[in-house]
C-alpha cells in the first residue's frame, strides 16, 4: 500500500478540472476581449463595490444572528441525554436536507403582501411592507443557514465535560464566571467553524435577494448577471471575491491556531 | 425554571425552522393561487405528476446522482489512498488543492467551470449540457469522499494489508479483502455525502447545464422565480414526506443494529 499511484487520475482530474477553470477565471480578469493585459476589468466592476460591501454586511449581520440565536440552544441541546441529543439533531437537520430555493420560496409566501404575516399585522393596524428589503434578506439567510451554526457549535459543546462545570460550581463561580472561564474558552473552535460555515455561503449566495430583497441584488447575483453579457468584468468580480473570502478564512484559522496555543 | 425557559426557548427555534415548511405544505392543498384559502384540492400534485418536464428533470437529476456519485466514489477512494503515500509538504499541498472546491465560493467553481466549458466546447465543438454537468458533479463530490475515507486510512493497520501480501494474496486481491473493508465505512459515507449534494445542488449545475439540460433544482428556480407555483408547494410536500421517510427508516436499521451489537 505504498504506491502513490491511485492518486494519478485524480491528480489529472485536479489540473483540468480545478487548477485550470480558476486559471482562466483569473486570465479573464487581467485581459480585455482582445486578449491583452488591463485592468479594465476590474475598474468596470468597482461599479459594483457598493453592492460588494453590502453583501459583506448581509453576511455579517446574518452570522451575528445566527451566532446569537444558535448558541443558548447548541449548550441547551449538549445537556441532554444522548439519545435526545441524536433526535435533536436529527431534526435540526431535516429542514437543511430541503431544497434551498423551496425554502427561500417558502419566505416568499410568508412575506408577500396579502401574506399571512401581512395579514396579522394589518389586523392590529401596522402597514409595513415586509417583502423586497434588507430585513427580508436576512431573515432568508438566518432561515437558510441556522443549523450550519447550530451543529459544529453543538458538537464542541457536548465535549464539555458536566463534571468541569460542576467542580467550578463548587468552587462558588455563579452562571456568568462558569460561562467565561469554561463554556466559552472551549466553544471557541465551534464558533469559529460556525461563523465560517454561515459567513462564507452568505456573503456569495445568489438567488435569495433576488426572492426577497427586491431590487436590491447581492454581489452573487451581479456576478451572475455580468457574466451573461460580460466574461471578463464578471471574471474579475469573482477574483475580488475569491481574494476577500480566502482572506476571511486565513484570518479565522490564524486565530483558532492561536486559541489553540494559548 | 431554567430548564422551562430553555425548553421554551428550543420549541421556538424549532418553529421557525418548521413552521415555513409546514405553510408551504399546508398550501399545497389549496384551491386558489393566492394565501386566500379557497377550499381542498389535490389537484396541484396531479398537475405536478403530469408535467412532463418536471418528471423529466427529475430523471435527469437521478442520473446525474447515480453517476456522479459512483464515479465520485471510485475516484476519491483511490486518490485518498494515493494521496496518503506522499509524503510532508506534497501531501498537504496536493491536499489543499483538492479542498478548493469546498473552500471556494459555490458561484466562483460555477462560473470557472462555466469558463472551461465554454472555451472547451468552442474548440471541441460540443455544447453544454449532460456531460458537463455530470464532470462539474463527480468535481464537488470527489473532495467529500476524500475527507471521508482518508480518516480510516490513517486508523488502519499497514502491517494487515502487508501479511495479506505475505500469505500469498495479489496486490489487487489484499486491497479487495483487506484495505476495502477497513475503509468501506468511509468510502459509505462519502458517497452517501456525494449522492445528497449532487440532488440538490443548483449553483453549480445553473452555470454548466448549457441551455437545455434540466434537473429537479433548476426546474424548482424555473417555477419559482419571482411567481407563486403552488406546484412547488406539492413538490416540497413530497420531499419532505420523502426526508422524513428516509430518516425513519435509517434510524430504525441503525436501532437495530445497536440492539444486535448489545446481544
Known sequence: M???????????????????????????????SKGHFSLESFRNASVYSEVFLYSLLIALISTAICLVLAYPLA???SRC???????????????????????IYAWVLILQNYGPLDMILNFFGVDITLIGNSGAVI??????????????????????DRSWIEAAQDLGCNGFQIFRKIIFPLSIPGIISGVTMVFVPTASTFLVAQYLGGTQFMIGDVIERVFQSDHHTGSAIAVVLMVVILGFLVVMNRFGDEEAVG | MKKLRSKIYFIIIMAFLYLPIIYLIAYSFNDGKTSVWKGFTFKWYEALFNDTQIMNSLYNTLIVAILASVIATVLGTLAAIGIYNFKGGVRSAIQNV??????????????????????AGVMMGFEMGFWTVLLAHIGFCTPYVILNVTPRLRQMDNSLYEAALDLGCTPIQAFFKVVFHELLPGILSGFLISFTYSLDDFVITYFTRGSRFQTLPIQIYTMTHQRINPKANALS???????IGILLISNFVSARKDKEAAR
Open chain 1, 2 to 32: 505504498k504506491t502513490k499511484r491511485p492518486a494519478i487520475p485524480y491528480l489529472g482530474w485536479m489540473l483540468v478540472f480545478t487548477i485550470v477553470p480558476l486559471v482562466m477565471v483569473v486570465y479573464y480578469a487581467f485581459t480585455d
Open chain 1, 75 to 77: 449548550f441547551s441541546i
Open chain 1, 81 to 103: 441525554s444522548q439519545r435526545a441529543q441524536s433526535m435533536i439533531i436529527m431534526f435540526l437537520m431535516v429542514p437543511m436536507w430541503m431544497n434551498f430555493l423551496l425554502r
Open chain 1, 139 to 160: 431573515v432568508g439567510m438566518v432561515y437558510e443557514f441556522l443549523p450550519f451554526m447550530i451543529l459544529p457549535l453543538h458538537t464542541v459543546m457536548s465535549k464539555i
Open chain 2, 98 to 119: 483538492s479542498n478548493i472546491p469546498i473552500i471556494n465560493p459555490e458561484i466562483v467553481t460555477g462560473v470557472s467551470l462555466m469558463l472551461l466549458f465554454t472555451f
Open chain 2, 237 to 243: 410536500a413530497i420531499m419532505f414526506v420523502v426526508i
